[in-house]
């Protein structure tokens, strides 16, 4: 279907691929891992044409639809959101609308040759609207956008409305309601809850039929949908046959293997050499030498890949709290809208913290998740009811949206020192270092940064000061998977208290020891871990 045969590319001085190979099959379902900057969206560019291979060759069908979800929604139009989605199938909306016409004009009078030549049209017409399934193209669209969490109350609003994440649901909406031939997506589970990220996951196990290839930081996603999964490392591409985890086993196999061959060739190498050595100025032995220096000249030599640069990141022991961390007492909060109406997120909210436990809060999309997360790190306040804090917690919170707690004006450098006031300069290079942030890389101000970064500068912060009371929404959020697992196992070692919003499954199977449910406006306790609740809620 495409294939990017021995590819060469490269930006700059960087080298990203050389005599690189992939094939992308009919029906075929592959995960694009690597590291930033490996060249993973390099890959999805040369696919779509927006970027062209130095060398090699890209070969793909003109019949082959394809459908690109990037990170960068772009503009839209000012119309609602289902047609921004029904926009996306322009072509089937005109082929609709000239048999629309072609019908029209078969209603008037004609020569049979022109009535003969129209039916032709016609018929072949309505094979390519039913083949692209226009007949259906509404429909789809709206079961895409309410799976996505955009219901029937919200198709009539306009793009405009929605915020920048709930546009970037749109946007995926459009390229699912294209159905192409080949699906590419860019981290598709970035801005979605954990119920869309279900019916995305469902939606492509069993209801799309073509081509996959995609990037995604969320371990089960990855598991449930690929069958293939495609490393881009070393400049070169590398297709293992099995989803993440079996990557994850096969190529450290294959690592093992690479250095076991890599130190049998180096002592054969060292042992030619110290013979080519020894000998080199002796007549007696000039053929056998000659012979051994061509011997090693012919040796294609094995390198081992450069470690790819990881966060190291460990929380240090905590001071401390008492045991009752937060005491809820019948907290309500409420907020108004733009047209003067009270909208109440939650009501009667009790219950207790306590020290060491790690808990997930949980709820559908809208059920004020983050909202309860802000007003139990003080950084809102309770309509009604009160948060009372223990004695000795110190809080340390991580937003979802960075720029809550960061200055966009500030660079890393600043913001890590404002968190550190006491800290030399080594000290604080040291843990920008920690957080990939090398040499000048420290003084790229806030707003210059990716999302990945500025949740890297906010664990930076947080790792700096004496905190014994997590409280994260959506730690993982823009984080690559091996940065999620060492998250991950610096929490699991935390000794401290830790509440967290968090959409990755397989990070809340592997911390949380209790769940707390935003249910309707009030909460549910679930005390047992994260498979305790999906089983007592039957979400498994």
């Known amino acids: 279907m495409i ?56 070969s793909c069908s003109k019949k082959t639809k394809i459908g690109y979800f990037s990170q960068n929604v772009g503009d839209m139009e000012e119309g609602s959101a289902l047609s921004e989605v029904m926009s996306a199938a322009g072509d ?89 031939d080949v699906l590419l997506l860019d981290e598709p589970t970035n801005h979605l809850d954990m119920e869309s990220i279900l019916w995305l996951e469902n939606w492509l196990v069993n209801d799309f039929k073509g081509a996959l290839l995609m990037t995604c930081h969320d371990q089960d996603f990855m598991n449930r949908v690929v069958s293939r999964t495609v490393e881009v490392a070393n400049q070169t591409i590398t297709t293992y046959g099995g989803n993440y985890d079996f990557y994850i086993r096969e190529r450290e196999i294959r690592m093992a293997q690479l250095l076991a061959s890599h130190r049998r060739q180096q002592e054969m190498l060292a042992k030619e050499e110290n013979f080519i050595a ?25 390198e081992i890949p450069e470690q790819q640069r990881v966060m190291k ?28 109406k009270t909208n ?44 009372k804090i223990g004695a000795n917690v110190n809080i340390g919170y991580f937003s979802q949206h960075a720029m809550d707690i960061l200055n966009a004006d500030k660079t890393v450098f600043e ?40 949740s890297r500068v906010v664990l930076a912060t947080l790792l700096g000061q004496p905190v014994n009371f997590l409280i994260l929404d959506e730690p993982t959020n823009h984080l690559d ?17 830790v509440v967290l919003v968090s959409h990755d499954r397989h990070f809340l199977r592997c911390l949380v020891d209790r769940v707390m449910e935003i249910d309707r406006g009030e909460m549910i306790n679930y005390n047992g871990n994260y498979e305790y609740y999906l089983s007592k809620t039957q979400r498994n």
């Open 3 to 58: 294939h990017l045969t021995k590819i060469s590319k490269q930006h700059g001085s960087r080298i990203l691929f050389k005599n690189a190979s992939l094939q992308i099959l009919p029906g075929a379902r592959m995960g694009l891992v690597g590291a930033n900057g490996a060249g993973k969206t390099t890959i999805f560019n040369l696919i779509t044409g927006e970027e062209a291979a130095d060398e090699g060759e890209i």
């Open 92 to 180: 089937v909306m005109r082929l609709g609308e000239q048999m629309k016409e072609m019908e029209a004009a078969m209603a008037e009078p004609m020569e049979d040759s022109a009535m003969e030549q129209l039916l032709e049209k016609y018929g072949e017409a309505v094979e390519a609207f039913e083949n692209r399934d226009g007949y259906n193209l509404e429909s789809r669209a709206q079961t895409v956008l309410t799976g996505l969490g955009i219901g029937p109350a919200d198709y009539t609003q306009p793009v405009a409305f929605f915020s920048g994440g709930w546009k970037m649901r749109i946007a995926l909406a459009k390229i699912l309601t294209i159905n192409p």
């Open 313 to 340: 990141f460990e929380f240090s022991p905590p001071p401390r709290s008492g045991d009752d961390v937060v005491l809820l007492e019948n907290l309500e909060k409420t907020w108004e809208t733009a047209d003067g």
């Open 481 to 497: 998977i091996q940065s999620r697992e060492i998250l991950l196992s610096a929490l699991k070692k935390f000794t401290g208290t």
């Open 278 to 302: 020894r000998f080199k100025a002796r007549v007696s032995h000039a053929a056998q030498v000659q012979s051994r220096i061509k011997k090693l000249e012919k040796i294609e030599r094995i």
């Open 415 to 454: 913001t890590v020192q404002e968190a550190l006031p006491l800290a030399g300069i080594g000290v604080i290079r040291n843990l920008c270092a920690a957080f990939l942030f090398f040499g000048d890389d420290v003084e790229k101000r806030i707003k210059q940064l990716s999302g990945g970064e500025k």
């Open 344 to 387: 109440t997120v939650f009501s009667n909210l009790s219950g207790l913290i306590n020290r060491q436990d790690k808990i997930a809060v949980v709820g559908v999309n809208g059920a004020g998740k983050s909202t309860f997360l802000k007003v139990l790190a003080g950084m809102a306040t309770p309509t009604k009811g009160t948060v």
